[in-house]
């Protein structure tokens, strides 16, 4: 069961991937200008990898409201479920200041943060 992550921007996309179900690894970043290259991206990924379930962060305040970025990540999230079949597509609560992981390209460690925030969740529930 491989899960991957995204943390996804209006033209760079932060993805990690968990194979194992425990921890995972960061990807390199998908750039895009659209949001169909988006889809092509995870689509290839979700083949290279036999991803069963694809996770989104969802950008939310500390106050638990949406931010100015969630409609972008709904509209993707919109288009991934159409573009990907096979793959469960979830997303998972991100707030402000709690997926950086403090180096110059975000991208990738905040789907990481993401990533493995759902498997903690995963592991309590």
Known sequence: MSI???????RHTGV????????GEVLPTIH??????????VRKLCLDYAVT??????????????????????SAQAALQAGLADQTIEW???????????????????????LQNFLDGQVSA
Do not use: K
């Open 4 to 10: 991957l992550a995204l943390d996804i921007g209006t």
């Open 16 to 23: 990690a991937l968990s194979e194992s179900g425990i921890a």
């Open 92 to 114: 998972h609560e991100e707030n402000e200041f709690g997926t950086s992981s403090g180096g110059a390209d975000d991208h990738g460690g905040a789907a990481a943060v993401i």
């Open 53 to 74: 379930a694809v996770v989104i962060g969802m950008p939310l305040t500390l106050h638990d409201e949406e931010t100015p970025q969630a409609q972008l990540v709904q």
């Open 32 to 41: 895009h200008e659209n949001v169909d290259e988006l889809v092509i991206g």
